[in-house]
C-alpha cells in the first residue's frame, strides 16, 4: 500500500470531494492542507461555487481539466455515484478517505482498473495541516 500511497502522492491535481460547509470538515482541511502543499486542486460539491477562493464544481465530470486523484470524503452511497464519475472523466486513482469506502465501492474499482487508496487519511499519509494554518494558507 506504502508504494499506492507513494504514486498518488507524486502527482499534481487532486479533486476534492465532499462538504466544505465549515473549516471544521475533513473534506475542508485536506483540500487546505493539498493547497498548502502546492498540489493543483479542484472541490467538488453542488452546492457551492467557491471554496478558499477556488471554483467549486458541481460533479467531478464539470472539472475543467482531468485531475490525477480523486480524494473522496462522502459517506458510500454517495461513493458509488462518484466513482463512476471518475470513471468516466478518466481519474483512474481514486482516495477514498476513512467512511467513504464500501466493499461495492472497493469491488468496482479492483474490476475497473481504478487504483484505489482506502482505510487511510491522505493528512496521516504526509500532507501536513497544522492546527494555525490561516484560512490564506499562512501559518500562523
Not at 26 to 55: D, Q, T, W
Not at 66 to 90: F, H, L, M, S, Y
Not at 102 to 107: G, P, Q
Request: proline share 6%; with cysteine.
Amino acid at each position: 500500500m506504502q508504494d499506492l500511497v507513494k504514486d498518488f502522492l507524486k502527482q499534481k491535481r487532486f479533486a476534492v470531494v465532499g462538504s466544505f460547509r465549515n473549516e471544521s470538515k475533513y473534506a475542508y482541511k485536506i483540500l487546505k492542507a493539498l493547497k498548502h502543499e502546492g498540489y493543483e486542486v479542484y472541490p467538488v460539491n453542488p452546492r457551492l461555487k467557491v471554496v478558499e477562493g477556488l471554483s467549486c464544481y458541481p460533479s467531478v465530470k464539470d472539472i475543467p481539466v482531468v485531475c490525477d486523484v480523486a480524494d473522496i470524503v462522502t459517506p458510500p452511497k454517495i461513493t458509488e455515484k462518484i466513482i463512476k464519475e471518475c470513471e468516466e472523466k478518466g481519474i483512474n486513482r481514486v482516495w477514498l478517505q476513512p467512511g467513504a469506502e464500501s466493499e461495492e465501492v472497493i469491488k468496482y474499482c479492483n474490476e475497473n482498473d481504478i487504483k484505489v487508496i482506502y482505510n487511510l487519511c491522505v493528512m496521516m499519509e504526509g500532507i501536513y495541516y497544522p492546527d494555525n494554518m490561516m484560512p490564506d494558507g499562512t501559518i500562523n
